[in-house]
């Protein structure tokens, strides 16, 4: 059974940096799509960065975060810099197995990929 658990999230002034992490279990394919995605109140989903297994990565417009992975220790994580009242939402991080199209050329819409597991998320609060 896959599982994907999110942490890091928390409150922060403006400016400043937050680390989520997403640990993966259960999920042990050598090809696969990463995601985080975010969702503000009253707002749709949408997608912040992409990593394959390939290691290429992809990120929404004016995003000043970068996704990275472990592969050793199956946790993904996502590196925000420079934080802004406009990043609080809830941050969850999503997985599929397989080659993604989406995922590898980043044509992906503000949705993102529609990836088959998800976590719970994890709140970032940024305070102006």
């Known amino acids: 059974q896959v599982q994907l658990v999110e942490s890091g999230g928390g409150s922060v002034q403006a400016g400043g940096s937050l680390r989520l992490s997403c640990a993966a279990s259960g999920f042990t394919y050598s090809r696969f799509c990463m995601g985080w995605f975010r969702q503000a109140t009253g707002k749709e989903r949408e997608a912040v960065a992409t990593i394959d297994s390939d290691g290429r990565t992809h990120y929404a417009d004016s995003v000043r975060f970068t996704i990275s992975q472990d592969n050793a220790k199956n946790t993904l994580f996502l590196q925000m810099n420079s934080l802004k009242p406009e990043d609080t939402a809830m941050y969850y991080c999503?997985?599929?197995?397989?080659?993604?199209?989406?995922?590898?050329?980043?044509?992906?819409?503000?949705?993102?990929?529609?990836?088959?597991?998800w976590g719970r998320g994890t709140l970032v609060t940024i305070s102006s």
């Open positions: 999503a997985a599929a197995a397989g080659t993604w199209y989406e995922c590898y050329s980043g044509s992906w819409s503000r949705s993102g990929p529609n990836l088959d597991y």
